[in-house]
């Protein structure tokens, strides 16, 4: 099973120490080693963003920073987990490095495989 997990925090717009760099370094090589870990980025900060809200057709662009957010979308992992479970299990620890915040997951749609596919 694929998941998405997007992490949201308070935006500090302090960069991270080198320690914790190294840390978080350290985590995604054996996430990505034991074939957990598929893909994961982090965001810069929200004042280089912007979000496009359509409504009834309309376009409305409104650039960062969001002030009005408590929380921003910090970065994204996508895991491969035995089941949801085990995906919360692997954010647990994303967050112990990580520090304070929360991660939304959600399960990814996939294709189902046909037949004699290889």
């Not at 840390?23 to 996430?31: N, P």
């Not at 954010?91 to 990580?98: E, H, I, S």
Request: overall charge negative; proline content about 5%.
């Amino acid at each position: 099973m694929r998941f998405v997990c997007i992490y949201r925090a308070r935006e500090t717009n302090e960069p991270p120490t080198p320690g914790h760099l190294a840390e978080m370094g350290r985590l995604i090589e054996e996430m990505t080693a034991a074939g957990t870990l598929i893909a994961t980025g982090g965001c810069l900060p929200s004042a280089l963003g912007a979000r496009i809200r359509r409504t009834g057709g309309d376009y409305r662009v409104t650039d960062g920073p969001f002030t009005e957010a408590k929380e921003v979308v910090g970065g994204f992992a996508i895991l491969e987990a035995r089941s949801k479970e085990h995906a919360i299990e692997l954010n647990k620890r994303f967050l112990a490095v990580a520090g304070d915040g929360e991660v939304e997951l959600r399960q990814l749609a996939e294709a189902p495989v046909e037949a004699g596919a290889a």
